[in-house]
T-cell receptor, first 113, second 112 residues
């Protein structure tokens, strides 16, 4: 298994544009986490899915952010419209529940100019 | 509220010496405490975790201790090596919300 795969690795976009980040889970994992990492705020959990169902989205900053799991192995995080303050590294991670190891993807470095 | 405090934010030690990173948490019901290591430009990776039914766990040069009464847990790295240089994150599982809350991270530098 190649591990958790995120795309793109880097994204530069203009303010106001829509951004879609993608994540492929490790086969067999039933939990999916989206995190945002910045120098100021560290690692923040945005949303957590279990068996394709969103369990906790309290970390999603505002309505501009949305996440989906159209199937058990794939997830998207969408920002519309994007703002410069959204610039960060976005990680997704998969695992077997919250009490087990979370396997992180390589991350997507998003820059909104 | 849901809070994990991690100290220090930066730590520099001589190669071969020990390093200790400490975290405190607010949710007394927390029962799962993982530690992640993130090398520069790379993804966080689990290095060790501890559950609330034990007070200490070791894995070669790494150990974690847990004091549930005081609500704090610590990472100990002995005989440090240059490849230990990284940012280390502690985390605690918030039982009610069923989510992991991470500390702010500690940048550890091992000086040769």
């Amino acid at each position: 298994d190649a591990g958790v795969i995120q795309s793109p690795r880097h994204e530069v976009t203009e303010m106001g544009q829509e951004v879609t980040l993608r994540c492929k889970l490790i086969s067999g994992h039933n939990s999916l986490f989206w995190y945002r990492q910045t120098m100021m705020r560290g690692l923040e959990l945005l949303i957590y899915f279990n068996n394709n169902v969103p369990i906790d989205d309290s970390g999603m900053p505002e309505d501009r952010f949305s996440a989906k799991m159209p199937n058990a192995s794939f997830s998207t995080l969408k920002i519309q419209p994007s703002e410069p303050r959204d610039s960060a590294v976005y990680f997704c991670a998969s695992g077997m529940g919250v009490r087990a190891e979370a396997f992180f993807g390589q991350g997507t470095r998003l820059t909104v100019v | 509220g849901e809070n994990v405090e991690q100290h220090p934010s930066t730590l520099s030690v001589q190669e071969g010496d020990s390093a200790v990173i400490k975290c405190t948490y607010s949710d007394s019901a927390s029962n799962y405490f993982p530690w992640y290591k993130q090398e520069l430009g790379k993804r966080p990776q689990l290095i060790i975790d501890i559950r609330s039914n034990v007070g200490e766990k070791k894995d070669q040069r790494i150990a974690v201790t847990l004091n549930k009464t005081a609500k704090h847990f610590s990472l100990h790295i002995t005989e440090t090596q240059p490849e230990d240089s990284a940012v280390y994150f502690c985390a605690a599982l918030i039982q009610g919300a069923q989510k992991l809350v991470f500390g702010q991270g500690t940048r550890l530098t091992i000086n040769p």
